[in-house]
């Protein structure tokens, strides 16, 4: 295995290791139940986050941009939807633009 590869995947460990310290340090779960709705909570704030990446790549643009856009189409609210997960139902809301045109892509 190559020295860059090697770093790269230390570097992750790193990040892992510290995100999953900070949610033990939180939620302090002393089941797998308790293990899983923490995952859950953090899944969908998670989730959301990406939705909007996802738009602001659709728009051409990043939330609150100010100054002149290539595009007249504009975000325009949230829809509230329910989604069904490994970690159980998550309630999530999905961003709207005002043509309709956004759809989120499909995770492989």
Do not use: C, W
């Not at 899944?43 to 728009?59: R, Y």
């Not at 329910?82 to 005002?98: A, F, Q």
């Amino acid at each position: 295995m190559g020295t860059a590869l090697m770093a790269r995947r230390n570097r992750q460990n790193t990040k892992g290791a510290a995100i999953a310290q900070a949610i033990m340090e939180e939620y302090q779960p002393q089941t797998r139940e308790e293990m899983q709705d923490a995952i859950r909570d953090i899944f969908g704030p998670m989730f959301e986050a990406m939705l909007q990446g996802e738009m602001d790549s659709h728009l051409g643009y990043g939330n609150n941009e100010r100054g002149e856009k290539d595009t007249t189409n504009r975000r325009n609210g949230y829809s509230h939807k329910s989604v069904n997960s490994t970690y159980g139902k998550l309630d999530v809301s999905v961003p709207r633009d005002r043509n309709g045109s956004f759809e989120p892509k499909d995770f492989p």
